[in-house]
């Protein structure tokens, strides 16, 4: 499972360096992005923009993390493909998570909120 972390804006931005996020590395995935959130920040972003393909398993691993941040911290989504973007659409996530359309979109909101 490739992820890498970078603290961004007060932000630790995450981004997944896979093609699939599928129910072959779902539990990578999970435990990876357990370690990788000790950093401290508010807010985390999940950078999703080498992400071509996402089934069930992924999407609910999305969400664990997102169970296991809350309330404290807040679990962004941003850079989402035509095809990850609608599972998230057809599956009404896109009411549950906060979607920007790439990592920059994303931090420059958190500076609006700031600031």
């Known amino acids: 499972m490739n992820l890498y972390a970078e603290a961004r804006s007060g932000a630790l931005v995450v981004s997944v360096k896979e093609e699939r996020l599928d129910a072959a590395i779902a539990i990578r995935f999970k435990d990876r992005m357990r370690e990788v959130t000790m950093q401290p920040a508010q807010r985390v972003v999940l950078d999703l923009s080498e992400v071509e393909f996402l089934d069930s398993s992924g999407l609910g691993a999305v969400v664990a993390v997102m169970k296991a941040l809350a309330p404290?911290?807040?679990?962004?989504?941003?850079?989402?493909?035509?095809?990850?973007?609608?599972?998230?659409?057809?599956?009404r996530m896109d009411s549950v998570f906060s979607l920007h359309e790439d990592v920059d979109a994303a931090l420059r909101k958190g500076l609006r909120h700031v600031g």
């Open 72 to 91: 404290e911290r807040q679990l962004e989504l941003a850079g989402l493909r035509p095809n990850v973007e609608k599972v998230f659409r057809l599956t």
